[in-house]
């Protein structure tokens, strides 16, 4: 090997090293937003009645991939809440009834409820959410995401 091969090598490495010394660094590292994160998915559409399901919080959101845990503010309501129990839920695990974030629907028919909260994620930085709407395409959800954790 050349001495200008060798310099490289050496370069290289020293670079790996300092990129994975930052890596360790930024870890746990919380990244607040001033503007939330949004999705058409997740812009007041009706919703039904789901088991745990995943969101793809950087596919949908715009989230980096792998994210620790999330910052999240939900706004819901459901046309026939004053009659039953409507939660939706949030999680990092796939399966299971291990929830995070819980919201309940206001007891008054088509009225907001807000909660905001963490949850954290799955290896992949991505959550599940599970909703208990009173009928049919009755619970509308906005979900932002207001910051992360790296």
């Known amino acids: 090997m050349s001495n200008f091969d060798e310099k490289a090598v050496d370069r ?3 670079l ?3 990129v994975e010394r930052l890596r360790v660094k930024e870890s746990g590292k919380f990244i607040a937003l001033t503007t939330p994160l949004t999705s058409t998915s997740w812009d ?3 919703r039904s009645t789901t088991t745990k399901t995943k969101i793809d919080l950087s596919a949908v959101f715009g989230v ?3 994210v620790k845990a999330v910052m999240v503010k939900i ?3 459901d046309s ?6 409507c939660i939706f839920q949030l999680s990092g695990v796939s399966s299971g009834t291990n929830y995070s974030l819980t919201a309940q629907a206001s007891p008054i028919n088509d009225r907001y409820a807000y909660f905001n909260g963490i949850v954290p994620c799955d290896a992949n930085g991505d959550i ?3 909703a208990t709407a009173s009928d049919s ?3 509308d959800i906005y979900l932002e995401i207001w910051g992360y954790w790296l």
């Open 44 to 46: 007041g559409d009706a």
């Open 64 to 66: 980096p991939a792998g």
């Open 16 to 18: 790996e090293k300092e």
């Open 137 to 139: 395409g009755t619970m």
């Open 75 to 77: 706004a819901l309501r």
């Open 12 to 14: 290289i490495k020293r």
């Open 128 to 130: 599940y959410y599970m």
């Open 80 to 85: 026939g809440s004053a009659a039953t129990s």
